[in-house]
Structure formats: C-alpha cells, structure tokens
C-alpha cells in the first residue's frame, strides 16, 4: 500500500511540473506586430510640363529605403533612378535638385570601384504601356536622422532620368535628360 501511495503522488507531482509548465491559455489570439499604414515618406514625380508621372512611398526598413513607384505615362525604356541632394524640383531641367545623393564623397555607379552614390540604384525598365509598378531597395540611405539622410538640412528629390545610368561614368552615369522629378516629403 505504501508503493502505491509513493507512485501515486509522484504521478500527482509530475501531472502538476507538466502543467505548470505548459503556457496558461489566452482570453485572446496572439496578434502579428502592428505595422504603420501611412508611409514614412514619400514623393510625387511630375515632368517638366507639370503632369504627374509617378508616386512613390518610402518605408525604412533593417536593410535600406524600401521604394516601392508606381509610374503611368512614362516613356518605355530603360531609365535611371536616383535620390538627388536637393529636396527642389523647378521645372523645366530639375536642375534646382543637384547631383546624386552622395554624404560619403564616393564614386558614383553601382558597378564602380569606390561607388556608389548613395542615391544610385538600379535601372528601371518601362514596358510598352508606359506603366510601372516596382519596389526598390536603397541600402545607403535612411529616413532617420544622420549622415544618409534623405531628411538633411535642405531635403532630396527622387529622380527619373530618360536614359538609363551606364553605372559606372561620374557624376551621373550618362542617364541622359531629367525627365521627372518628386520632393522627398514626411
């Protein structure tokens, strides 16, 4: 009797270690992280007669500026895609916009030796229709504060070129005329 007993209670005190160690259940489903619905930044590109070319938002991610552009009635073709030091963009050359974003001073182009710009990125290509919806990944920018900022003292463009970037030539990889241009804002 007193075997019994002694295995009783140890299957007693085990029944309880497994309980206590199981997760007490929840009045509620666990939830996936909440995530924003408004973008962190984001621009228009209109073209040198005013017509809005494109929209595009800007999402800070682990990796870079996630881009994602949505463009109607734009020439098919390659086209270069950048961020310009200046957040201007006067009509009709965009040239109120500057250069490539470029806070460390290197070489411009994405194949280059000492490059990019941080505002080099890859080549888009526009089919027939004239409509493009992409996303794009910048991982030599930010939206915080600092250095690589596209929110410095006097903000950043998104430019559309109407050729492609060589991505090698400097300063600009031969990309040919602005062809739009959109002011990065919060």
Same mark, same amino acid.
């Given at each position: 009797?007193t075997?019994?007993?002694?295995?009783?209670?140890m299957?007693?005190?085990?029944?309880?270690?497994?309980?206590?160690q199981?997760?007490?259940?929840?009045?509620?489903?666990?939830? =996936?992280p909440?995530?924003?619905?408004?973008p962190?930044?984001k621009?228009?590109?209109?073209?040198?007669?005013g017509?809005?070319?494109?929209?595009?938002?800007?999402?800070?991610?682990?990796?870079?500026?996630?881009?994602?552009?949505?463009?109607?009635?734009?020439?098919?073709?390659?086209?270069? %895609?950048?961020?310009?030091t200046?957040?201007?963009?006067?009509?009709?050359?965009?040239?109120?916009?500057?250069? $490539? %974003?470029?806070?460390?001073?290197?070489? $411009?182009?994405?194949?280059a030796?000492?490059?990019?710009?941080?505002g080099?990125m =890859?080549n888009? %290509?526009?089919?027939?229709?004239g409509?493009?919806?992409?996303?794009?990944?910048?991982?030599?920018?930010?939206?915080?504060?600092?250095?690589?900022?596209? %929110?410095?003292?006097?903000?950043?463009?998104?430019?559309?070129?109407?050729?492609?970037?060589?991505?090698?030539?400097?300063?600009?990889?031969?990309?040919?005329?602005?062809?739009a241009?959109?002011?990065?804002?919060?």
């Amino acid at each position: 009797m007193t075997r019994l007993a002694l295995i009783s209670a140890m299957v007693s005190l085990a029944a309880t270690c497994i309980s206590a160690q199981a997760p007490a259940p929840s009045a509620s489903p666990a939830r =996936p992280p909440q995530t924003a619905t408004e973008p962190a930044a984001k621009a228009t590109l209109k073209d040198a007669q005013g017509r809005t070319l494109g929209d595009a938002t800007l999402r800070e991610s682990p990796a870079g500026v996630l881009v994602k552009l949505d463009l109607q009635n734009v020439p098919p073709g390659p086209h270069a %895609f950048h961020v310009h030091t200046v957040g201007k963009c006067d009509a009709p050359d965009f040239m109120t916009a500057g250069g $490539h %974003f470029n806070p460390a001073t290197t070489k $411009h182009g994405l194949l280059a030796t000492g490059g990019p710009h941080a505002g080099d990125m =890859p080549n888009l %290509f526009v089919p027939a229709d004239g409509k493009l919806s992409i996303e794009v990944l910048d991982p030599n920018v930010t939206l915080a504060a600092g250095a690589r900022s596209v %929110f410095d003292a006097d903000g950043s463009a998104l430019m559309l070129h109407a050729a492609a970037d060589d991505y090698t030539s400097d300063p600009a990889g031969n990309a040919g005329a602005r062809l739009a241009c959109g002011v990065i804002t919060r």
